[in-house]
């Protein structure tokens, strides 16, 4: 299987898209990336899970959240019932940061990538993991701490902000605010979209 899971209905635009971040010469992080990183999900998601930055276990294979991060992500979907082909997950960034330091002037450059994306999946729902995913899509959110777990509009789309998995996985304090945020986010997904704009 192709290991962009065939997103955005297979479309013309999308393969387009997927071409050019895998070609993608403009910031410093192609020189050091293994594989880019676009996709993992159904072909047509109502809700997009946005993340930061691939690590190293997505570096290597190429697919978003597939290291211990991802697998608390995946609970977390298992655990609000969401079904494979309900959801995406992606990455502002495309490339693997050295170090898994955040470099902004990569978000900025791969940012229109993740706007097209978002046009040609066509979630109804957004929900981000992390301070810089959250703060790119709704620059005037308050810090995660204070967002996560409260849902927001972003880009004319209902939005619920989490805290990255990552970082609950290396704070354990974090650990019962993501639990109960994950509560929060099923109680979320289970509300009409009408009555969540």
């Not at 109502?46 to 190429?62: K, M, W």
């Not at 978003?64 to 969401?82: E, K, N, S, W, Y």
């Not at 992606?90 to 940061?97: D, E, F, Q, S, Y």
Request: a positive charge; proline letters at 9%.
């Amino acid at each position: 299987m192709d290991r962009h899971r065939v997103a955005g209905t297979g479309s013309v635009e999308w393969a387009r898209l997927v071409r050019e971040v895998e070609g993608c010469t403009r910031c410093p992080l192609s020189r050091t990336r293994t594989h880019t990183v676009v996709y993992r999900g159904g072909a047509t998601p109502s809700i997009l899970f946005i993340g930061e930055a691939p690590g190293r276990d997505e570096d290597r294979q190429g697919v978003p959240f597939v290291g211990r991060a991802g697998t608390r992500l995946d609970r977390a979907i298992d655990a609000v019932g969401l079904r494979t082909d309900e959801f995406g997950i992606v990455n502002l960034l495309k490339c693997r940061p050295p170090a898994n330091r955040f470099d902004r002037r990569a978000a900025a450059t791969c940012r229109p990538y993740l706007d097209r994306q978002i046009d040609l999946l066509g979630p109804e729902r957004l929900v981000t993991l992390g301070s810089h995913a959250l703060h790119a899509l709704d620059p005037t959110a308050p810090p995660i701490t204070v967002a996560a777990g409260a849902p927001r509009t972003a880009l004319g789309r209902p939005l619920f902000p989490l805290l990255h998995p990552a970082a609950v996985a290396h704070a354990p304090r974090y650990r019962e605010r993501w639990t109960s945020d994950v509560t929060r986010l099923g109680e979320w997904l289970s509300v009409p979209l009408a009555q969540t704009l």
